[in-house]
């Protein structure tokens, strides 16, 4: 078991939270995501820290680099964050979304739960 606290980002979720022209390319906001979460981390935060970013539909495909491991959720991304938080046993686990329903799904799975202004300034 361990004890580094894992950080499931719904990027859908984040990347929407900020009407900069992101659906235009989805893919792109996605990766910009990601390297800021890559060279950022989770602000406020000076423990370690793994970093799982789940992108679905149009962001599917965008690749993990050092410091964020990229999921693509086969279906839907809100399953797929309750899988990775369900599987995480007694691992502490942080999901960063806005999505009321996720954030009580995933809370009655123990995980704590933050904004999209957790990892987005």
Known sequence: MSDVLLVVVDAANVVGSVPDGWWRDRRGAAERLRDRLAA???PGRDDPVEIVLVVEGAARG???VPGVRVESAPGSGDDHMVELVAGA?????????ADRELR???GELGAEV???RTVRP
């Open 89 to 97: 046993g007694e691992r502490p686990v942080l999901v960063v979304t």
């Open 104 to 106: 009580r799904r995933v």
């Open 114 to 116: 933050a904004g999209p």
């Open 40 to 42: 950022d981390g989770v």
């Open 62 to 64: 965008v690749s993990s």
